[in-house]
C-alpha cells in the first residue's frame, strides 16, 4: 500500500509533466479521453481563465492565440502557491521582462502592470477617507509637521509607455484596432474610490509629492520636494501648489481618515 | 437575518449581485438560503464584501470552501483556516462545508478537486486532518464527495464505503452532491442508488444539484447546464431515501439570468415535495 504522499506526488508531478500514465491508475492507458488527461487539461485550462480574469485588457491586446502562448509560457514556468485562485499570476510582469519575446510590443508590458494593480485596487483593504472637514481642523500651526497616509489601495507605477488611450480604447470595443503607444516615462496612479477602481497618469509634481507621501514625508517636506522642481514644470508656487494637490487627492478620495496629528 | 437553513437556496455569483441588492424582498419568497464561496470573499477589502455583508442582511447563508485540501499530505495550512475563521466571524455561516479531496502538494496548489484513494491509510490521514481543523475552527465541517475521472490501482473499497466510513469515525457531516455521484457513477460504470443507500442519513446536512457536460462515454462536471433529467431522476431516488435536506443548484458557468435558475430551484422545490416519505415534513 503506498502512502498518500507517494501517491500526490506522483499524481502531481504527472498532470505538470502532461504525462498521462504515471502507473497509478486502473485502465491507464486505455481511455481515449476522459481520464486522467482530464485533470492534465483542466489544470492549464483554470490557471489560463485564471490569467485572463486578473490580466483582463492584456488578453484583448494580444488576442486568444497570443495570451494563450503567455499563459502557457507563464503556467509551465511558475505553477501556483496560492490558497486561492484569485492571487495567479502576481509575477506575470516580471516574467514578463524576462521573456520580452512573449510579446509583440514591449508597452503591453505596462498594460500587465496597469491590469494587475487594478485587479488589486478592486478587492485591496477599506479604510475611512479623509474629508474636507477633516483637514479644515487642523490648526495652523500644525500644518508643517501633517503627515498623511495614502488609502490601501493606492498604487504608483513606473510606465514606459503611454499606454491610458490602449485601455480605453479596448474597454470600448474589444475588437478596436490601436494605434502603438508612444514612449513616455510615467507615474501611473490606481487607486479605488468607494467601490470603482480608477486610475490616470500623472504629471511629474503630483507623483513626486504622492512619492513623499508614501515615505511618510511632512507637509512641510512634500512642500520642499516641490520647491526643487525645475521651474519650468510648475506653475505655481510650492505652497499653492501643495495645497491645490492635497484637494485633489481628497476629491479622489486617496487619502486615509487622519487619525491623530503628527 | 437569523441563520436557519432549510428548504431550498441558490450559490451566490457576482453575476446576481445586482438582483439580489435590488429585489430582496421577493427573491426571498423563492430562494430560502445562499452558499457563498468563501475564498471568493477571504480578500482584504473593497467590493466583494461589502457585496456579501449587504446581500448577508436579507439571507441565511453558508460557507462554501475549495482550497482546504483536507486530504493533501502538506501541514494543515494554519494560515488559511486564521483567514477562513475572520469570514466565518464576519457572516456567522449556518455551516462551513469544503471537499472530501486534496488539491495540491509540495507547496504547489493545481486549484483542482483530486480524489483520494480508497484506503484505510486515507482514512485514517483523513480522520486525524478533520479533526485537527474542526478543533481549530470550534465548528463541525461539512465535507462533499467530488466528481472523479480516475480509479487507483491501490483502492481497497469502493467510493460509498470510504466516505460512510469516514463520516462515523471522523464525525464530520457530508454534503452530497448529487451531480457528482451521477458523474462519477457514468465515468466508472456503478450504479448510482448504491452510492445513495450507503451513506449514513444523519450526517447528510447538505445536498449539491448541478449540470455537467456528457460526452458519451464519459461526463465532466462543469456547473454550466441546467440539472439533467437522470439527476432529478437520481435527485428523486435521494429524497424519498434520506428525507428533507436542504438542497441548492450550482452554477458556475454559462450562467444565466437569476430568473432561470429561480425556475430550476422550483423543479427542486417540487421534486422534493413529491418525493418526500410521508411522515417527514417540509424542509
Known amino acids: 500500500m503506498k502512502p498518500v504522499a507517494t501517491l500526490q506526488d506522483v499524481f502531481q508531478g504527472a498532470v505538470l509533466a502532461g504525462d498521462r500514465a504515471p502507473g497509478l491508475f486502473v485502465r491507464e492507458g486505455l481511455n481515449e479521453i476522459g481520464g486522467f488527461d482530464l485533470y492534465i487539461n483542466a489544470y492549464r485550462a483554470r490557471l489560463a481563465a485564471a490569467l485572463k480574469d486578473n490580466y483582463p485588457v492584456l488578453h484583448l491586446a494580444l488576442g486568444d492565440d497570443l495570451f494563450d502562448q503567455l499563459a502557457s509560457a507563464y503556467i509551465e514556468q511558475r505553477p501556483s502557491r496560492y490558497r486561492s485562485i484569485r492571487w495567479f499570476g502576481d509575477g506575470l510582469r516580471e516574467f514578463i521582462d524576462q521573456n520580452p519575446e512573449l510579446l509583440p510590443h514591449p508597452a503591453l508590458a505596462d498594460l500587465a502592470s496597469m491590469d494587475w494593480a487594478l485587479r488589486a485596487a478592486f478587492d485591496a483593504a477599506n479604510a475611512d477617507v479623509c474629508r474636507t472637514e477633516d483637514l479644515a481642523a487642523i490648526l495652523p500651526q500644525d500644518w508643517p509637521l501633517m503627515r498623511f497616509t495614502l488609502h490601501p489601495s493606492v498604487n504608483l507605477l513606473e510606465l514606459n509607455w503611454r499606454i491610458g488611450p490602449i485601455w480605453h480604447a479596448l474597454n470600448q470595443d474589444a475588437d478596436a484596432v490601436t494605434e502603438q503607444p508612444d514612449a513616455l516615462d510615467h507615474t501611473l496612479l490606481v487607486w479605488r474610490q468607494e467601490l470603482e477602481c480608477k486610475w490616470r497618469s500623472l504629471e511629474i509634481a503630483e507623483a513626486l509629492a504622492l512619492r513623499a507621501v508614501v515615505r511618510g514625508e511632512s507637509f512641510a517636506e512634500i512642500c520642499e520636494v516641490l520647491a526643487a522642481l525645475d521651474s519650468d514644470l510648475t506653475e505655481s508656487d510650492p505652497s499653492m501648489l501643495a495645497a491645490s494637490l492635497l484637494s485633489q487627492w481628497l476629491s479622489d478620495g486617496l487619502l486615509v481618515k487622519l487619525t491623530a496629528f503628527i | ?283
Open chain 2, 1 to 283: 437575518m437569523q441563520n436557519i437553513i432549510s428548504g431550498y437556496g441558490l450559490g451566490l455569483r457576482t453575476e446576481h449581485y445586482a438582483d439580489f441588492l435590488a429585489d430582496s424582498e421577493r427573491l426571498r419568497q423563492r430562494v430560502d438560503w445562499l452558499e457563498v464561496i468563501s475564498e471568493n470573499y477571504m480578500v482584504p477589502g473593497g467590493k466583494p464584501l461589502y457585496m456579501l455583508d449587504q446581500i448577508r442582511r436579507d439571507f441565511p447563508m453558508v460557507m462554501h470552501g475549495v482550497s482546504l485540501s483536507i486530504g493533501g499530505t502538506a501541514p494543515i495550512d494554519v494560515e488559511y483556516l486564521r483567514h477562513l475563521k475572520v469570514l466565518i466571524e464576519r457572516i456567522e455561516p449556518a455551516w462551513i462545508s469544503d471537499h472530501l479531496c486534496w488539491t495540491g502538494t509540495d507547496g504547489l496548489n493545481l486549484h483542482d478537486l483530486l480524489p483520494m484513494p480508497y484506503t484505510e491509510r486515507a482514512l485514517r490521514h483523513l480522520v486525524e486532518r478533520i479533526s485537527q481543523v474542526q478543533e481549530f475552527l470550534g465548528r463541525k465541517i461539512l465535507l462533499e464527495n467530488v466528481s472523479s475521472y480516475v480509479t487507483y490501482r491501490a483502492d481497497e473499497m469502493s467510493e460509498w464505503e470510504f466516505i460512510a466510513a469516514l463520516l462515523q469515525r471522523s464525525g464530520c457531516d457530508l454534503l452530497l452532491d448529487v451531480n457528482n455521484i451521477y458523474v462519477s457513477s457514468v465515468n466508472h460504470g456503478f450504479n448510482p442508488q448504491h452510492f445513495i443507500d450507503a451513506i449514513p442519513a444523519t450526517h447528510v446536512r447538505q445536498i449539491h444539484l448541478a449540470g455537467h457536460e456528457n460526452h458519451g462515454s464519459y461526463i465532466i462536471d462543469t456547473h454550466d447546464h441546467p440539472v439533467c433529467d437522470a439527476v432529478w431522476d437520481l435527485y428523486a431516488y435521494t429524497v424519498r431515501r434520506l428525507g428533507a435536506v436542504p438542497t441548492m443548484i450550482e452554477r458556475d458557468d454559462n450562467i444565466p439570468p437569476l430568473n432561470e435558475l429561480l425556475d430550476e430551484l422550483d423543479t427542486v422545490r417540487r421534486t422534493a415535495m413529491q418525493n418526500l416519505p410521508l411522515q417527514v415534513g417540509h424542509a
